[in-house]
């Protein structure tokens, strides 16, 4: 019996991961003018400094947009300009002032599961940056509790889940990131429906989902099919 | 009747201001060498940046750091040398990677007032920093529940005490900040025992606390007055 749905707030409920790639294709314009960014050496160089940055700062704009800035100057060996070392921290700001956009369909999916069972909001990055967008949003209503957090990992599901006192076995979560949505609540005992995004980060690309985990989780195109799938693994949960 | 302690983390559990204001003097130290900052104009572009920034990047090392590469391009004119903006970036990641050193004391109060209450931390800033912060600080296993908050207001307070399911007339806060830590609790009926740092940010200094909100707190020089205060406000909520 499946008693609790959790959503994924970037590109499950709202357009995000858009606007991190045009933020990626400006940086790389405006470093190209200095480096081959097709170099290998050049490449690597990036590499390490954005998984290095990752770890002291964590998910979202702002470490983005640090590592970013640190990025170009390791990569020119210092010689880019100031004022595109300005354009860098705009482009960061961007992010972070871009519209809320909803993906069509999910106001109405999210209210069908609502009406039949408790749903909570499980999104990750900065603090500051996913309140902003769950309140412009306009979704925030729906939801009975909304849970910001820095990792999605089987752990942090766990914490969660302790805190509704609820068993992984009724509990179903929807997002776009088999990574951090669908393989941390699978491992736990929980469920899962998929909505792959028409882009995804690829650092969510890695996963460890196999043939076993097919009976526990559905992936949805669009929206409108989540309201069926989760009937479908409430079904298979009651079985 | 007291039924729940909550405790503040930076300057009440652990080291912070003190880190903060080192990244802003030496801030001061490298553009300084490039503009007059006693300089009415030039002062008033800072505050003006930081301010406006605030509001775009919340609190946390990570958006001071973007502010202080943004204001010092906007108060040298873009003249400041890419070398000293990397500096200003790598000062932001000193930040966020200083140890954490816990105040004398607090651990025992925690611990002692742990042993009769309740406790919950309730902590403000980047949720990434601060969840480092807390693993390191040791004291993770004393908490109850740790929550970390983007703005520490009556409507915050409202919600973590909701989820507790108590009244506020039943909550004590122990925090370094009038403005952050007693004041908004005060507000809704509940306690304070206030600790002052021997730093405050300048944003913290601003409260509206009056001679009527004297019944409701308590101000104690260090934590092994903690316990004593929190035993004299549950006496008074008794009465």
Chains 1, 2 share one sequence.
Not at 117 to 124: E, G, N
Not at 139 to 144: D, R
Not at 202 to 216: M, V
Request: net charge negative; charged share 25%; hydrophobic share 45%.
């Amino acid at each position: 019996m499946l008693r609790l749905i959790g959503f994924d707030g970037d590109d499950t409920l709202w357009h995000s991961e858009d606007y991190y790639r045009q933020a990626n294709d400006s940086f790389a314009a405006i470093v190209g003018r200095y480096v081959d960014l097709a170099d290998a050496e050049v490449h690597a160089t990036m590499l390490a400094t954005e998984r290095r940055n990752l770890a002291l700062f964590g998910y979202g704009a702002k470490g983005m947009t640090l590592s970013m800035v640190e990025t170009a100057i390791a990569i020119t060996d210092g010689r880019i300009a100031v004022a595109d070392i300005h354009r860098l921290v705009e482009l960061g700001k961007s992010v972070l002032q871009h519209p809320v956009e909803l993906l069509p369909g999910i106001r109405e999916a999210v209210t069908a599961v609502a009406a039949e069972y408790p749903v909570v909001l499980i999104t990750k990055g900065d603090l500051f940056h996913q309140e902003k967008k769950v309140e412009q949003s306009g979704l925030a209503e729906l939801f009975g509790r909304i849970e910001i957090v820095s990792e999605k990992n089987p752990a942090t599901y766990r914490r969660v889940l302790a805190e509704f006192e609820l068993p992984p076995e009724q509990f179903a979560m929807v997002g776009n990131s088999l990574r951090s949505d669908i393989e941390p609540v699978l491992r736990l005992g929980g469920w899962g429906v998929h909505m792959p995004y028409h882009v995804t980060w690829s650092h969510e690309l890695d996963h460890g989902l196999g043939a076993d985990d097919a009976q526990r989780m559905l992936t949805v195109d669009a929206p409108v099919g989540i309201v069926a799938a989760v009937a479908e693994l409430a079904a298979r949960a009651q079985g």
